[in-house]
């Protein structure tokens, strides 16, 4: 089992930023994707971010250029800094963990919230 607890969301202006953290604990051992994912309101969960253990990385469209996604593999801990933060990124971000093996793992999630 693996356990993945978010934190860092918050209530910021347009074109702030925030850094999200995603602390894993448990048998967090093994080859695997990490990513970001956000659900707004209403609309279906989409991935934002995602590193493979190769440490190549994708991003939505949207937030490219604006969203960086990495990890500190001492602390067991992935992070997704945002940039230039707009309304639309408002969202409850989740952190996800995909091993190999097969097992896959989601947080418990971290509210954002981009208003003026």
């Known amino acids: 089992q693996v356990q993945l607890v978010e934190s860092g969301g918050g209530l910021v202006q347009p074109g702030g930023s925030l850094r999200l953290s995603c602390a894993a604990s448990?048998?967090?051992?093994?080859?695997?994707?990490v990513a970001w994912y956000r659900q707004a309101p209403g609309k279906q969960r989409e991935l934002v971010a995602g590193?493979?253990?190769?440490?190549?990385?994708n991003y939505l469209d949207s937030v490219k250029g604006r969203f960086t996604i990495s990890s500190d593999n001492a602390k067991n801990t992935v992070y997704l800094q945002m940039n230039s933060l707009k309304v639309e990124d408002t969202a409850v971000y989740y952190c996800y963990y995909k091993y190999e093996r097969g097992s896959d793992y989601w947080g418990q999630g971290t509210q954002v919230t981009v208003s003026s």
């Open positions: 590193m493979n253990s190769g440490g190549s990385t």
């Open positions: 448990g048998s967090i051992f093994g080859r695997r994707v």
